[in-house]
């Protein structure tokens, strides 16, 4: 009798907890309902011309040029057309619609169909490049439409949704959860323009420029791209978060181009290493590692070793989110940006510069080869440096610094430093000489990092690397 009450007791414990985990997973229905109708499928049609001449090596005037057309007509150039699938997503009821900018990129006929099996012929109003954002238009009105919310309010961890069409199959739904935000891909080139939405939602070919909602049917992102190595779903999505989509979207309805603010810094993460080295309480913020010479930040007083903790009031709490707020911040306008220094805060006033779209960042040659001259030690950090030759400093542009000859410590080496590095500056010091270097060394305390600005190849970063005893 015993045994049976606890078999019983066991039995309804299991039906609760099933209850309760029943109850938390989350239910899609009806948000695919309301939402899907907006979503579209959208299809391109590029037409590649072929040769004008027919028989490659043979001219039109040769006797031998009738023979091959007499008895080979099959090898007359034809136009091939290549075929591509995307999807999108409606904005408004009288047509404009929003996907990424290479599903129609080289487009010569873009068809955009709908779930009610509608087909209409779409013209691209705009498409930005750099962000991955196309407006196409067709001829409609009353049709459906997203609503959309503000990415800050997503939350990592938090279900969201993406309707798309992958390999083709239109309208198709899948779920996952936020990974991450704020993320910077690898072919950013250092530009930092989106601030991606990192999802483990399964994206696939066919899914690019489908909307990603959150659980109250509101569009957060356009599906852009995935990180694979086979070419398919792997764990690993990004979406353009949708406050810079529909940014880009009112300029190009508007203007047909984009503008974008930019000060002319080159910035970089600020680690728990680098934020002890400069003072601060917690890694924060943006850190500059080069200032343009002549540019908005340079003129407004901004220095490499800064660290930018506010842009016009907000908060830069990663280095990425400096980007968006400078991107955003419309050309000619002013600014006002609260920075780190000397263990304290500055304001300095700018005005924002405009980014231009054929803008390349300035190569910087590589240090030539060193002096035959003894290397000096540098028994704190590990390293042998040699100062820069004044021919070395012409070809840098730079009024001092110091070449890594030989990398002992293994402090340094974790830390990144490598022979033929250029160390720049300690903190926000700039090196003009290695009296000055050591003399500066000797003021650190000891177990504590320090911050060298080290200059590779096109590039200068800061490294942090913790100091021995004196």
Same mark, same amino acid.
């Given at each position: 009798?015993?045994?049976?009450?606890?078999?019983?007791?066991?039995?309804?414990?299991?039906?609760?907890?099933?209850?309760?985990?029943?109850?938390?997973?989350?239910?899609?229905?009806?948000?695919?309902?309301?939402?899907?109708?907006?979503?579209?499928?959208?299809?391109?049609?590029?037409?590649?011309?072929?040769?004008?001449?027919?028989?490659?090596?043979?001219? /039109?005037?040769?006797?031998?040029? /009738?023979?091959? %057309?007499?008895?080979?007509?099959?090898?007359?150039? %034809?136009?091939?057309?290549?075929?591509?699938?995307?999807?999108?997503?409606?904005?408004?009821?009288?047509?404009?619609?929003?996907?990424?900018?290479?599903?129609?990129?080289?487009?010569? =006929?873009? #068809?955009?169909?709908?779930?009610?099996?509608?087909?209409?012929?779409? =013209?691209?109003?705009?498409?930005? @490049?750099?962000?991955?954002?196309?407006?196409?238009?067709?001829?409609? !009105?009353?049709?459906?439409?997203?609503?959309?919310?503000?990415?800050?309010?997503?939350?990592?961890?938090?279900?969201?949704?993406?309707?798309?069409?992958?390999?083709?199959?239109?309208?198709?739904?899948?779920?996952?959860?936020?990974?991450?935000?704020?993320?910077?891909?690898?072919?950013?080139?250092?530009?930092?323009?989106?601030?991606?939405?990192?999802?483990?939602?399964? +994206?696939?070919?066919?899914?690019?420029?489908?909307?990603?909602?959150?659980?109250?049917?509101?569009?957060?992102?356009?599906?852009?791209?995935?990180?694979?190595? !086979?070419?398919?779903?792997?764990?690993?999505?990004?979406?353009?978060?949708?406050?810079?989509?529909?940014?880009?979207?009112?300029?190009?309805? #508007?203007?047909?181009?984009?503008?974008?603010?930019?000060?002319?810094?080159?910035?970089?993460?600020?680690?728990?290493?680098?934020?002890?080295?400069?003072?601060?309480?917690?890694?924060?913020?943006?850190?500059?590692?080069?200032?343009? @010479?002549?540019?908005?930040?340079?003129?407004?007083?901004?220095?490499?070793?800064?660290?930018?903790?506010?842009?016009?009031? @907000?908060?830069?709490?990663?280095?990425?989110?400096?980007? @968006?707020?400078?991107?955003?911040?419309?050309?000619?306008?002013?600014?006002?940006?609260?920075?780190?220094?000397?263990?304290?805060? =500055?304001?300095?006033?700018? #005005?924002?510069?405009?980014?231009?779209?054929?803008?390349?960042?300035?190569?910087?040659? *590589?240090?030539?080869?060193?002096?035959?001259? /003894?290397?000096?030690?540098?028994? *704190?950090?590990?390293?042998?440096? +040699?100062?820069?030759?004044?021919?070395?400093?012409?070809?840098?542009?730079?009024?001092?610094?110091?070449?890594?000859?030989?990398?002992?410590?293994?402090?340094? %080496?974790?830390?990144?430093?490598? *022979?033929?590095?250029?160390?720049?500056?300690?903190?926000?010091?700039?090196?003009?000489?290695?009296?000055?270097?050591?003399?500066?060394?000797?003021?650190?305390?000891?177990?504590?990092?320090?911050?060298?600005?080290?200059?590779?190849?096109?590039?200068?970063?800061?490294?942090?690397?913790?100091?021995? /005893?004196?």
């Amino acid at each position: 009798m015993l045994l049976n009450l606890l078999k019983f007791a066991v039995a309804i414990l299991f039906l609760q907890v099933g209850v309760v985990s029943a109850k938390e997973l989350p239910d899609f229905t009806e948000l695919v309902e309301k939402q899907g109708p907006a979503v579209v499928n959208i299809s391109t049609v590029q037409v590649l011309k072929s040769p004008q001449q027919m028989f490659p090596g043979i001219s /039109e005037n040769d006797p031998f040029f /009738e023979y091959f %057309r007499h008895f080979f007509p099959q090898q007359a150039p %034809r136009d091939q057309e290549v075929q591509s699938l995307g999807s999108g997503f409606i904005i408004s009821q009288d047509g404009y619609i929003l996907t990424n900018a290479h599903v129609v990129e080289s487009a010569d =006929k873009i #068809t955009v169909r709908l779930t009610d099996k509608r087909e209409f012929k779409a =013209k691209v109003i705009g498409a930005d @490049k750099r962000t991955d954002v196309a407006v196409l238009k067709i001829e409609a !009105s009353g049709l459906p439409m997203v609503a959309t919310s503000e990415p800050d309010a997503l939350k990592v961890g938090e279900w969201v949704v993406a309707i798309g069409s992958p390999f083709g199959f239109s309208n198709s739904v899948t779920a996952g959860i936020v990974s991450a935000k704020g993320r910077s891909l690898p072919n950013d080139k250092g530009e930092n323009i989106v601030p991606f939405i990192q999802t483990d939602v399964a +994206i696939n070919p066919g899914n690019s420029g489908g909307p990603l909602f959150n659980m109250k049917g509101e569009v957060v992102g356009i599906n852009s791209q995935i990180y694979s190595r !086979s070419g398919g779903y792997m764990g690993l999505a990004f979406a353009i978060p949708i406050d810079v989509a529909l940014d880009v979207a009112g300029q190009l309805r #508007t203007s047909g181009k984009v503008t974008r603010g930019r000060i002319g810094v080159s910035i970089e993460e600020v680690t728990s290493e680098k934020a002890e080295s400069f003072g601060m309480g917690q890694a924060q913020g943006a850190l500059i590692s080069s200032v343009e @010479k002549d540019g908005p930040a340079d003129k407004a007083g901004v220095r490499f070793g800064d660290v930018v903790l506010k842009f016009n009031g @907000k908060a830069v709490v990663t280095s990425g989110d400096l980007p @968006k707020m400078v991107r955003t911040a419309r050309p000619g306008s002013k600014a006002v940006i609260e920075v780190w220094r000397n263990g304290a805060t =500055k304001e300095l006033s700018l #005005t924002v510069g405009e980014m231009h779209e054929d803008a390349k960042a300035a190569s910087v040659p *590589r240090v030539g080869k060193s002096p035959a001259v /003894e290397a000096a030690p540098l028994v *704190r950090l590990g390293i042998s440096v +040699i100062e820069l030759t004044a021919e070395q400093k012409q070809q840098l542009r730079v009024n001092g610094g110091l070449v890594v000859e030989e990398v002992k410590n293994s402090a340094a %080496r974790q830390a990144g430093l490598q *022979r033929s590095d250029v160390i720049l500056a300690i903190g926000n010091i700039e090196i003009v000489s290695l009296a000055q270097f050591n003399h500066v060394l000797k003021q650190a305390p000891t177990g504590k990092n320090v911050a060298l600005l080290v200059r590779r190849g096109d590039g200068a970063s800061y490294l942090a690397i913790k100091l021995d /005893e004196k």
